[in-house]
């Protein structure tokens, strides 16, 4: 099984911090990334696609590395409402392939 | 207008039992997935299905048993259900192969 690697954490970071994941996959088929969000007891909702070129959206930059294979997500002036869980996905093959998520909590 | 809906959202049931979830999108999506979430929170593929044909079913039990009747729809029955089988269940959908994934909201199976 191909995997997808993501450090849990926690981290940890002050409002305002900017704060930066990186996830590792080790197929190196895959075509396509993604970064999802995902609440506390709710479902795993998408937060960005990854292209090629990078792709940002606000306060929120992803990256794509192909030679190391890993992908990142940068968020910058973190607020409260970023608490929660990040997962990564590459896909390829009818397997979207997850992380296993790196927990972000925002604290005043 | 919920675009991946599953039912129930919650179900508690003693081992041994028989339970089935249901899912449907209303995406007009051709692929449709199941993943089991554990206590730590790990999203782990079960079955694939493309236009309703079984495309990968990942070292599940064979008391897992999936059913897709049409391509909206893939629904999830468990035999003989075991305190292990304890997690939550997402349904998900994508337009095809190799794009991102629309989750349902989950059920969130107990087995007392």
């Known amino acids: 099984r191909k995997e997808v690697e993501q450090d849990p954490g926690p981290f940890n970071v002050p409002e305002g911090a900017t704060v930066a994941f990186n996830c590792t996959y080790s197929?190196?088929?895959?075509?396509?990334f993604f970064w999802y969000r995902q609440d506390c007891r709710k479902e795993p909702k998408l937060l960005m696609s990854?292209?090629?070129s990078g792709n940002e959206d606000g306060r929120f930059t992803a990256q794509l590395n192909r030679a190391s294979q890993y992908i990142s997500l940068l968020i910058r002036d973190s607020k409260l409402s970023d608490s929660a869980t990040y997962l990564c996905?590459?896909?390829?093959?009818?397997?979207?392939?997850f992380g296993r998520g790196t927990s972000l909590i925002v604290h005043p | 207008d919920t675009a991946v809906s599953q039912t129930p959202k919650y179900l508690v049931t003693q081992m041994g039992n028989d339970k089935s979830i249901k899912c449907e999108q209303n995406?007009?999506?051709?692929?449709m997935y199941w993943y089991k979430q554990d206590s730590k929170k790990f999203l782990k593929i079960m079955f694939s299905?493309?236009?309703?044909?079984?495309?990968i079913n990942e070292t599940v039990p064979n008391r897992f048993s999936p059913k897709s009747p049409d391509k909206a729809h893939l629904n999830l029955h468990i035999n003989s259900l075991e305190l292990g089988d304890s997690a939550v269940y997402f349904c998900?959908?994508?337009?095809?192969?190799?794009?991102?994934?629309?989750f349902g909201q989950g059920t969130r199976l107990t087995v007392v």
């Open positions: 998900a959908s994508s337009p095809w192969e190799d794009t991102e994934a629309f």
């Open positions: 197929n190196s088929a895959s075509q396509s």
């Open positions: 990854v292209y090629s």
């Open positions: 996905q590459s896909g390829g093959s009818y397997i979207p392939t």
């Open positions: 995406l007009g999506h051709d692929t």
């Open positions: 299905y493309n236009n309703k044909e079984l495309i």
